[in-house]
């Protein structure tokens, strides 16, 4: 089976390097998905989340702005920040979420201010929603080993 080389790099950190089956990635039009053969661009990615199917089982991050190019089954990513679904601390960034939202209630849409602390809120929303998720595949993956695990499979 084909599979896609996947990098995610930050300025800090190589933060993945893995071969994966699919890639869906947070665009600046959607989310779109990659599958090995794929043709060759390269685009603007927005906030939110990165997941890939890795021997099965999907596995997801969430990324910060940043750049994509695929080719030759050679997806490369730059982005300023990456994160696991794991290492989201969900109480903390509903708590920060939560800050930020009564922050921007008070500002005006149009200062400079805004649109930062609006790409702050994205990007802990983006944490919130790719923790939560990660949890209901996690209880969905053991359900589904423990029901093949009774059956024998």
């Known amino acids: 089976m084909s599979q896609i080389l996947l990098e995610v790099v930050t300025p800090s950190r190589s933060a993945i390097r893995t071969e994966a089956q699919e890639v869906y ?15 060759p661009f390269v685009t603007q990615l927005n906030i939110g989340t990165l997941s890939f199917k890795k021997d099965g089982k999907t596995r997801k991050y969430v990324i910060s702005n940043g750049f994509a190019k695929i080719c030759n089954d050679h997806l490369i990513i730059l982005t300023e920040s ?6 989201v601390k969900l109480d903390e960034s509903r ?13 005006d849409a149009s200062s400079a201010e805004y649109r930062g602390i609006w790409d702050q809120a994205r990007l802990e929303k983006a944490r ?12 969905h ?13």
């Open 25 to 39: 990635v947070p665009g600046v039009m959607g989310e779109f998905g990659i599958l090995p053969q794929h043709t």
């Open 82 to 87: 990456c994160e696991s679904a794991e290492d």
């Open 95 to 107: 708590k920060h979420l939560a800050q930020l939202e009564k922050t921007l209630l008070t500002m």
């Open 141 to 153: 993956e053991r359900r589904t080993f423990c029901c093949n695990l009774s059956r024998g499979m």
């Open 128 to 139: 919130v929603d790719v923790r939560e998720s990660s949890d209901i595949i996690s209880l």
